[in-house]
């Protein structure tokens, strides 16, 4: 592993990623304020997240956009079925073919997470969160550029 890329230094991009687990960390789901909803792995997360993003896409399709592996991705797809968070409906013309779709359930249950972050982050000052939302197409694209397996 290299200690520089482009003048960038491995402790420079170190705090980089600390600043953002501990971001992460103060904005986990997992709080008293958003009971009731069901504990997720992290793989199921990751399903419902596309899911959410991308209705209607085939289980393919969500392992593609996860980095996930097929069989896992189906696994997490049966636990969220069973816990009434997705469905899957037969493509039109193709019996063989399922897409997957939030149930009503998992939508709410977004929504509350979403409120949930907005009253965690609205806690930061005004001019910091502007920050923060001028960086958020660099954060995704350096999201995109990192594989998904080292």
Known sequence: M????????????????????ELARKLDIR???????????????????????????TPSQIADATGLQRSNVSTALRALETRGLVRRETVEGNARSVQVVPT???VDGIRRIK?????????????DLAAALAALETLARIADAIDVEP
């Not at 003048?7 to 600043?19: M, N, V």
């Not at 008293?32 to 209607?56: C, S």
């Open 31 to 57: 709080h008293p304020e958003l009971h009731g909803l069901p504990p997720l792995t992290g793989t199921e997360v990751a399903v419902i997240r596309d899911v959410h993003t991308r209705p209607h896409a």
């Open 115 to 127: 409120a949930y972050w907005s009253l965690r982050l609205r806690q930061a000052d005004e001019a």
């Open 2 to 21: 290299s200690s520089k890329k482009k003048g960038i230094s491995d402790e420079q991009l170190a705090s980089l990623a600390d600043a953002v687990l």
């Open 104 to 106: 009503d359930l998992a």
